[in-house]
């Protein structure tokens, strides 16, 4: 009983506060769409590189063929980048550039007027499961096409086609930006939200009469996290469905362990808000609190730069830090099409980092004014 | 440990840094009494009651809320205690009814109990049709029945009020007294700071804190006494000089006598004013003097106030 009062009390002044109207429910979008604005349209065309090691007019037929070969509701190919030998092809999908290379061998155009049997290859990139059977498709799809053509015009030749698969690095620009609008959304936004929250009771003084009541500090503290957390999930729901449903941003696992791992990160935010709330004097100590606190995030968990790039000491505060495991659980499932439960030692981590904060927060929220 | 006082301090004692706000205060506060704290600015008055509520640990000394010890259970002591704040402590953004539930749901009614009592509530603090308007938006007086009316929502034993009246108007002012007063003969202990004296003369005992320390305990008679060291009459007589009046019984001191015209007027400290003033009256006339009038000088409480706050200051 108490704690509901408690939680309907403090949800009724979340909505009733405008600021954190805009904060929590406006920033996604807005967020959302700088990012897309910033990073591309998304749905747009697929970047490969195509090398064509042939040079021949036939191997320049085959390219402008591919451009024109739609992906199945992915939009269409853009060669973006032409390579000159195979492992500059190779290296471009490694790095992520581009998701496939095509590779037209030396000496195409002479086996197809030959009739000869020709090799063509394509470089995929792994991490992309989904995206790469759509590519290699497509280009079956595409050479049968062109083998038809070619031999109404100049007589029959074969092709095989042989394919490379290797892991590119994590994550390709355009869809990068997911894992780090969810942490500004699920991190940084919460955490400064809560933060606020019990100093704001005793800059306004109504703590001095909130603790006259019979109430403990695991009312206060739970109170808090659940009022917050049902405004905040909203957070959850609405960026993730906005990027996936109308942004189009990839996912290549299951959306339902997203949305787990998202609010496993939300939950932890609030909780490493609430411990800085409980150790802060009044409000602007609080938020700047909460701002020191998101700085190791930003630098050190992977949401500028992959963390296994970081030196050996930084990764020990890495190991420290939430969003680690949050960025770490996300972009496997997002891009490597993981499941949770093969990230279940970062969910793991994150359940425990908020039991830590909990009850730290619940053992030192001190019921008195002083 | 006493059964017969609502609260009770044993040196109580409170430094901030190196300011002692309280200094070894003892205070024995009786059941079903109403008992003001005095005292300027500063003199640590809200700073003792937030003691007595465990709001801040002292840095010396033992409180007792009806023989328990804040320090140790004060939850039991919550239930029994309601507090209204010197300033408005209650929730800006939610309404004159949402903060009246809440209070009553924390404090344990159900949804049902909470609704009855906040009902009777507003009733009789004049505050039904301001209901449904945030808190932050009532006027001064407003916001102080609200505050008031918290404080009692869970009907405690022991109220205790910081300055209720600041910012009040004289009818509302006149109204929240005769509600102590009612409240008090119900049985509820009610503990008050105030700087208004005529309010203070309403209070069965008074202390005087200043400087952190009590300089004067008392009803405000014997408050009045002390200060002055007694009552003062003023007599009126016709003579050419004044009379001897030294070593007459109960006379404590001449303060001032005054001839005009072939009168005298003459202004006596005394033990006691009610029995003295016509024993005094006959011995004079007794020995030959006209008493043209006799009466009690009324000492204000304030007077007594500024006095005794006067000599601690040098
Ligand atoms: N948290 C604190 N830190 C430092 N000093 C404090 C603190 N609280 C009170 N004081 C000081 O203690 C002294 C007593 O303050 P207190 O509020 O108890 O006075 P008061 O008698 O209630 O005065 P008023 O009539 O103005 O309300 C003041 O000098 C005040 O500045
Ligand atoms: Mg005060």
């Not at chain 1, 659980?329 to 359940?351: E, K, P, V």
């Not at chain 2, 002692?20 to 809200?46: H, M, S, Y």
């Not at chain 2, 749901?105 to 009733?123: D, F, M, P």
């Not at chain 2, 009256?281 to 008493?291: A, D, Q």
Request: charged share 25%; with cysteine.
């Amino acid at each position: 009983m108490i704690l509901t009062a408690l939680i309907y009390k403090d949800i009724k002044q979340l909505l009733r506060d405008p600021k954190t109207l805009v904060m929590v429910l406006l920033m996604p979008v807005i967020v959302l769409v700088m990012f897309v604005a910033g990073y591309g349209g998304p749905g747009g065309n697929i970047p490969i590189a195509v090398a064509n090691l042939d040079g021949g007019t036939i191997s320049w037929r085959l390219i402008s063929e591919l451009k024109r070969a739609s992906a199945m509701g992915l939009g269409s190919f853009e060669v973006v980048k032409t390579a000159y030998t195979f492992e500059e092809a190779y290296d471009s999908v490694r790095k992520g550039e581009v998701y496939a290379a095509i590779i037209i061998p030396k000496g195409f155009t002479e086996e197809v007027f030959l009739g000869k049997e020709t090799q063509v290859g394509i470089i995929l990139d792994a991490s992309y499961a989904d995206i790469s059977e759509r590519v290699y498709r497509v280009l079956v799809l595409t050479m049968q096409g062109f083998q038809q053509k070619v031999t109404e015009k100049y007589g029959g030749f074969t092709f095989n086609i042989y394919r490379v698969t290797i892991y590119g690095p994590e994550v390709s620009k355009i869809d990068a930006f997911l894992g780090v609008v969810m942490s500004v959304l699920l991190h940084l936004v919460p955490m400064s939200l809560i933060a606020v929250s019990i100093s704001r009771e005793r800059e306004r003084r109504t703590f001095e009469q909130l603790i006259m009541t019979p109430i403990s500090s695991y009312d206060i503290i739970m109170g808090k996290l659940l009022a917050y957390m049902i405004v905040t999930m909203a957070d959850t729901f609405l960026t993730l469905g906005l990027a996936v449903y109308v942004f189009k941003v990839r996912v290549v696992g299951s959306f339902l362990d997203l949305m787990v791992i998202s609010f496993l990160i939300l939950i932890c935010s609030l909780s490493m808000g609430l411990l800085i709330s409980v150790l802060s004097k009044n409000q602007l100590q609080a938020y700047q609190m909460a701002i020191f606190a998101f700085i190791p995030s930003m630098l050190f968990s992977g949401f500028i730069m992959p963390a296994e790039l970081l030196s050996p000491k930084v990764k020990i505060i890495s190991k420290l830090l939430p969003l680690y495991y949050f960025l770490k659980a996300f972009r496997n499932i997002q891009i490597r099409g993981w499941t949770l439960y093969d990230n279940i030692f970062d969910a793991l981590m994150l359940i425990g980092e908020t039991i830590v904060f909990l009850l730290t927060a619940i053992k030192l929220l001190k019921l008195r004014v002083e | 440990m006493s059964l017969e006082y609502a609260v009770e301090t044993v040196n109580l004692t409170k430094v901030f840094g190196n300011f002692k706000a309280v200094d070894n205060l003892n205070l024995k506060i009786r059941k079903g009494e109403i008992f003001g704290l005095l005292g300027p600015n500063g003199a640590g008055k809200t700073t003792t009651i937030r003691m007595i509520l465990g709001l801040i640990k002292p840095t010396k000394g033992v409180v007792r809320v009806f023989g328990i010890q804040v320090e140790k259970e004060r939850r039991k002591v919550l239930k029994m205690t309601g507090y209204m704040p010197q300033r408005f402590s209650l929730y800006e953004d939610l309404t004159v009814e949402e903060n009246l539930m809440l209070y009553a749901l924390l404090y344990g009614y159900n949804r049902r109990e909470a609704r009855e009592r906040v009902k009777e509530l507003l009733e009789e603090l004049f505050l039904e049709e301001f209901k449904d308007r945030l808190a932050g938006n009532l006027s001064g007086g407003m916001k102080q029945r609200l505050a008031l009316a918290v404080a009692l929502v869970h009907k405690p034993k022991l109220v205790i009020v910081d300055e209720p009246t600041a910012g009040v108007d004289p009818p509302l002012r006149r109204y929240f007294w005769k509600y102590f007063k009612d409240l008090n003969k119900r049985g509820v202990t009610i503990i008050v700071t105030t700087h208004y004296m005529d309010e203070a003369e309403n209070c069965d005992r008074l202390a005087l804190i200043f400087r952190g320390r009590k300089i004067a305990e008392g009803t405000p008679l014997e408050i009045k006494r002390l200060a002055f060291g007694g009552d003062i009459i003023e007599i009126l007589l016709e003579a050419p000089s004044p009379p001897k009046l030294e070593g007459i019984e109960g006379v404590k001191k001449i303060l001032e006598s005054e001839r005009y015209n072939g009168t005298v007027s003459i202004k006596v400290l005394v033990d006691d004013a009610s029995s003295r003033l016509i024993s005094i009256v006959k011995r004079l006339e007794s020995n030959g003097v006209k008493v043209v009038r006799g009466s009690q000088v009324y000492v204000g409480l304030e007077d007594a106030f500024i006095k005794l706050i006067g000599e601690q200051a040098q």
